[in-house]
Each structure stands twice: as structure tokens, then as C-alpha cells.
């Protein structure tokens, strides 16, 4: 209960650090607040000029992050969830809104699917005008870079600050260079410090070590499986890759951040987070590539979408390539895959579909092309 309570704190405190942050930006008399982004088709833009503000919180529990912008100026007004914003990055990026030069914005990052944090952004707080007549505004940038400061001395672990490589190449992006210089002190300063020292990272602190994810010794052994791929299939591309081609699981850090690598790092491979799977399902079902017979494929699965056309959750699957000679199943394949099952059943993130449990039961059926072919139109 304690913990609980501790969460709730914890969240009520972020979200009231965002609310301020949105509050500073809201007193400075030239910004845009967009909602979107060109990636995804759209975007809108409010002009406060100087008359935002952020209503009090009015709902409670999981809702307890939700504001509205209103413009006093104007009846058009905003919705943003503080709940889900998990860090402001402070980004200067080119802009097509400046003829690709750059941009000045404060982004706020989105929890993505599962609550994962991640790079995805909805709203983005930014300079309206940091150019006078084509040249860089250095009032207006230095302000922007002030708000970096102090937000950043505020939560150092919900703030940092970004300068894309292809924006620090130009002609603005050397200008803003010595105006970080000036800024931080640092007269020879190169990108890295002087970004160190307006936004500093904090120590984390020392946690237990994390845990590793359950899937591994099953994902481990699915790997050995013989005449089987690992299939990455996302909207409108397919990844296969030959198990026996690969050398199977090897645990990947950067920065910090740690991936599971599958294959050889001289060699073809993969990284994939395989703390994003949360069940393992055992399947078996007709498919055309097998000519209407049963192919057996072993899902990891996500909490939301992946991206996959065919199974909305399928992370990543690993898929037996030739149970059958003729219509004769090849027990020495398909066996493996049932003992698989059958070894790590017990766990509560392994799941079995009924068609795959019956086939356990019953023994391994041939192939009848006829027959499955309605079954694959039953599936469709």
C-alpha cells in the first residue's frame, strides 16, 4: 500500500513539474504550441502571444495529469495528459517552418504502448520567431536557452538537451555555438560539454540489478530449433532470419541501455527488447506457404501493438520452415517444438492455442491440402 502511495506521489510531483514548465514557456510573448507532427500527417499550431494559461487539475487517479490550455484571445483550447509525458528534450533541430534552418523547441515525450518511455512526442512548445530578418535572434535564443537552464536545475532526471548533428553544421548552429560558450563560461567549449553543462545528467542512483526477462532460456532454446526462422513481419516489410545461420543470444549495452542481440556481431543479426514481450504463445494453424498443411510458430508477444499486420501484438516469432516431405510430417522438426512447450508450460506467460494443445494430445496429423484449405479461408 505504501508503494502505491509512494507511485501516486511520485506521478502528482512529475506531473506538477510539467505543469510548470508549460506555465514558463506560456509567459514568454512569442511561442508556438504544436500538436503533432509531419511524420504522422498533420500538425496544429497554437499561437498564445501571451494570453495561455493552464486551468487547475480537476480529475483524480489515472486522469490526475489531464489540463487544458486556454487562450484568452481565442476560443480554441487544449487537452494535454501530464500523466503520460515522461521527459522534456529541449531540441534544436532543422525546420522546414525556417526553410530548414533551425528550430528551437521543447518537446514533450510520451509514454509509448505498456507505459514504456520513449522519443515520441504529441506537443512541442517552441520559438515563433528565433530569426530576424534570416539571421539568428540571440535574444530570443538566449531565453530559450535560460528556460533549459532552469528546468533542467529543477528535475535534472525529466529534462535534457539536444542539438541534432545536422543543425549544428550549419551557419545557425556555429552561431549558437559561441552563444552556448558565452552562456556556460566555457570559451573553447566543444558540443558535448557545453550541452553537459547546460543540462548536466544526474548520477542514477544505485538500484539492484534488473532482472532479466523471462523469456530468455525458452527464446535461448527456440533459437536451436532446426528448419525454423526468426520473423520480424512489421507493415509492409518481412525479416527472416535462418536459425541455423545464427549463433544465437548474446545481451547488448549502450549507454546504459540494454538490448538482446540474436546472431554474430561480424554477421548478420538483430537487436531486439525482449523486455517488451509479455507471453510466449505456442500456435499451429493452416497456411498457405505450407500448401494448406498445419505450420507450427512460436509468438512473442507485446502488451500493444508492434506493428504486425497479421497479429497486432506479434513482437517477433520464431517459425518452423519445411514440417513436411510430401504430406508427411517431419517429426524430427515438429517434435522439438511440443517438448519446447512442454518444458515451460508451467510458467504463466506461456500459452498454448487450442489447435496446438489438441495436436499435443493427439499426435502430429499429415498434411491434407484439401482439407486445410478451408481452414485457411476460415482464418483469413
Known sequence: MNDARDADHGLLEQCGFFHGAMEDWLR???ITVACGRWSEGAISELIPLGHGRLLPPIYEGC?????????DNAPHHLHIDFGRVHRIRYV???SVCFEFKPSFEARLLVLGPGGTPGDHWVVSLMLSCPYDRGALNFLQVQRYLDLARRHAQQRPDLVEFEVEPAARATTEGLQLLQLLRTSTGLSEGQWPELIAALCPVPVPAQTAPALEPPCIP????ALQLRDASLVIYRERTLIEFKTEKLDGLHRYVEQGYVSW????????????????VVRVLFSAEPVSCQGGGINYTIWFLSPGASGNPYRRDGYFSITLNRPYTGNQPRLEVIGPVLDLYREFRAAAWVQAEPLF???LASGVPPRH???DAHKIETFA
Do not use: N
Not at 66 to 71: I, M, S, T, Y
Not at 218 to 221: A, D, H, R, S
Open 28 to 30: 514568454e510573448p512569442d
Open 92 to 94: 534544436v533541430a532543422p
Open 63 to 71: 486522469f490526475a495529469g489531464v489540463r487544458e490550455l486556454r487562450l
Open 261 to 276: 542481440q540474436i546472431g554474430a556481431f561480424d554477421d548478420h543479426h538483430c537487436h531486439l527488447s525482449l523486455d517488451t
Open 218 to 221: 525458452l527464446l535461448q532454446k
Open 357 to 359: 494443445l489438441e495436436i
Open 369 to 371: 491440402p484439401a482439407t
